[in-house]
């Protein structure tokens, strides 16, 4: 799950809202800025809408036919940042998100010949919006996720924004980005820019 | 959402293992034992595996056609005890629960005469199991989940099992129940069936 | 730890804020509004800021000379709902919060001659308040320690306010109360205060 | 807080057990083998039990006369690696380590010449143990934290022990450490002292 040893880098932004395209998301709103912010530190970047596909319930690489995580994989497996973005239901992270967690644990049994998880040198950032509180906890979660599979988290690895306390308006319909959230977006794309080009060039040792 | 007013008290137990049927359940074994337990007390149990099911992503009441949500909320509609069981995985609520939880978050909009939400007179616990550690976790964000959703919670509403770290025995191949999860579900089933009781008698004020 | 079985209820408001007194507290105002709520139920309130005793980290009954938890203990024994209440530091409760639930740990060696908790027949509710979110995590870890050691969550068991993302507004410093916090304390008042009536009334069975 | 330039690295543990010395402490036994295990990397360690000192309460860096934190900080300043051991206490990371994340809220407003915190270029690990379940809700809540003050987590970036569920075990009273724990234990220590290695290089860029 290496990525290429050469050239640019690039990273991934899973989109783990619960709207189907062609519907608006919030979360792809800020996703697609942290792309944006990576792309001026040289890092090429694309997406999926997880809620598109149908990803299978199950924790194997692959649950059989019709199962669509196996081509989302192979998208991460050439990534080398993994965007894990999602909106905030109930102060969770979303279920499209706890599902691509439960399909990643399947990393855990994939190594290479020194004994690596194909992760371990790929870098995870995480996105959180929400009309209202949850961004510490998810984000929490989110990393330990992610990091339990092999992924490093560079220093301030989130971005997000959550409303006040029972409000109801939607990132997406922001007049305006927050200079908060916009400086997190920005330090959150210089350090994961730069520790995955360090990891590329000094991988791991063999476990 | 209020069950009827009298004679006997029912349970529905949602049963959120990412295994669809035939295949057996470590969650089942255990939500099983909480019916079986609520019996004893008078009270009648059912269960849905919900992955059976094609419940859709979103809030809300019903997500349009082919959604079998609104039937299985028909069910927790008629019920005094929802009875939540999830597994853990990544040391979370399984994306089956957290899709539960997404699609309960439309009754915050369902209130009636006196504004109490119709949950308002139904007692949730909780049911976790899981080859690792996560029952504290995973128990605190469905007490805070169906307790949003206005769910009581009685004295002691969970009950769990989780094997030792990095342990992979599963719940369902144990060969006897643990004495200490035996004994969660007993006291358990006797406060739930307690409480549903005393609240289907004394309901919550108007709000 | 059974409140009398006649007569008025009462409340017992902890403060956790990490400010000792008589410095100014976002948390003691809103759980002073919570007090101020449940009085109009009937229920007599006090409260303990517990940042200004002495209580000794441990997980028993009595940590030795000195330690000021077996006074601030005995007031929870002789009340009938439990109000904590805490800031949000780092998206979590407080230290001085988690402080008390590892106390509290003690009362699960605790029962009566049925075998009960002394807490079984208590209300607990949360309040939460903080600068930024934190507040849908925070209540579901404080309703799994206080249910885990026998407190039951009244439908609604929360009230709370977070700022908006990385914003620094201190709840004590608003012009006024938002409506929507305000009408979670009301709802939450009205629902402690009729639970804990009914369990004192109808206890639960022996264990 | 950069630690020196050159040189060999450093790593300092803070046990956060609720245990004063001299009391044996299983969050200290897998601390230590941490410590032990960055030995290999040619890392040197030591170790605080912040119980042993008057931590205030407070989100300053300096709470005034007696406060111990001051020379703590100090430490972490000159190390390289920060080891975060907590023991499980109701499922949750310790009052004593969460005192620890209020103060190092700190960090948040001390910058170098480049804009970034002082912790940029160090690396957080995280060490859990405890009779129950508890580690992997407790990991994600360290590395929130630690992340969201400028701390990188390695890749693995956590070890651990929890017992079968409502077990009463102490890691410390193990016949021998488990494989699965001792194994966890080596790939962290071998993904810190790599990381901290090259971000001492190849530091994170201004912001």
Redesign the interface.
């Known amino acids: 799950m290496t990525a290429n040893g050469s050239g640019s880098l690039s990273a991934l932004m899973l989109n783990c809202t619960?709207?189907?395209s062609p519907a608006d998301s919030s979360t792809e709103v800020l996703g697609q800025q942290v792309l944006d912010a990576l792309a001026e530190h040289g890092v090429s970047g694309s997406q999926v809408r997880v809620?598109d596909h149908d990803v299978r319930?199950?924790?194997e690489l692959d649950m059989g036919e019709g199962d669509e995580w196996p081509a989302i994989r192979q998208r991460i497996v050439e990534s080398d940042i993994l965007v894990l973005a999602t909106p905030t239901?109930?102060?969770?992270?979303?279920?499209?998100a706890?599902?691509v967690?439960?399909r990643?644990?399947a990393e855990l049994s994939e190594t290479d010949d020194e004994g690596r998880?194909l992760?371990?040198?790929k870098v995870a950032v995480v996105v959180v919006v929400g009309n209202?509180?949850?961004?510490?906890?998810i984000?929490?979660?989110a990393?330990?996720?992610l990091?339990?599979v092999?992924?490093?988290?560079?220093?301030?690895?989130?971005t997000?924004?959550?409303?006040?306390?029972?409000?109801t308006v939607d990132y997406k319909d922001l007049e305006e980005t927050?200079k908060?959230?916009a400086s997190?977006t920005?330090?959150l794309a210089?350090?994961a820019a730069?520790?995955a080009r360090?990891?590329r060039r000094?991988g791991?040792?063999a476990?």
């Open positions: 619960l709207h189907p809620v319930p199950g924790v239901w109930m102060g969770q992270h979303s279920s499209v706890q599902r967690f439960e990643l644990d998880l992760t371990f040198g209202e509180d949850g961004a510490h906890h984000s929490a979660v990393f330990q996720c990091n339990d092999g992924f490093t988290i560079p220093a301030n690895g989130v997000y924004w959550n409303g006040e306390a029972m409000h927050p908060e959230t997190a920005a330090t210089g350090n730069h520790l360090v990891l000094d791991y040792p476990v």
